[in-house]
Nanobody, 121 residues
Framework: QVQLMESGGGLVQPGGSLKLSCVAS????????MAWYRQAARKERELVAT???????NYLDSVKGRFTISRDNAKNSVYLQMNRLEPDDTAVYYC???????????????WGQGTQVTVSS
């Protein structure tokens, strides 16, 4: 079994910052592409940022210059530093990782359960 666990969400005022963390645990052999998604109320889930194993990144246009995705391959972890937060950033944030697991050996996408980020004064 493989589990992804997010942390770091919460309530923050507009203009504030939060850092989300996501760690993969269990029968993890290696992690490949990792990403953060978000889903606001009554909206579809959208891709926020991605990071490849080698570190190349991509961002949703609306978060460029404000959010930074990073990873620690030794810890099977991915992070999302969110600065200058806006009310429109309010959503449940999910991490996704492409993981090679053992017993049985297989490579699949895994999702975390999500962490709520609320930006409000």
């Amino acid at each position: 079994q493989v589990q992804l666990m997010e942390s770091g969400g919460g309530l923050v005022q507009p203009g504030g910052s939060l850092k989300l963390s996501c760690v993969a645990s269990g029968r993890v052999v290696s992690t490949y592409d990792m990403a953060w998604y978000r889903q606001a109320a009554r909206k579809e889930r959208e891709l926020v940022a991605t990071i490849a194993y080698g570190g190349s990144t991509n961002y949703l246009d609306s978060v460029k210059g404000r959010f930074t995705i990073s990873r620690d391959n030794a810890k099977n972890s991915v992070y999302l530093q969110m600065n200058r937060l806006e009310p429109d950033d309010t959503a449940v944030y999910y991490c996704k990782a492409n993981i090679l697991a053992r017993d049985p050996w297989a490579r699949n996408d895994y999702w975390g359960q999500g962490t709520q980020v609320t930006v409000s004064s």
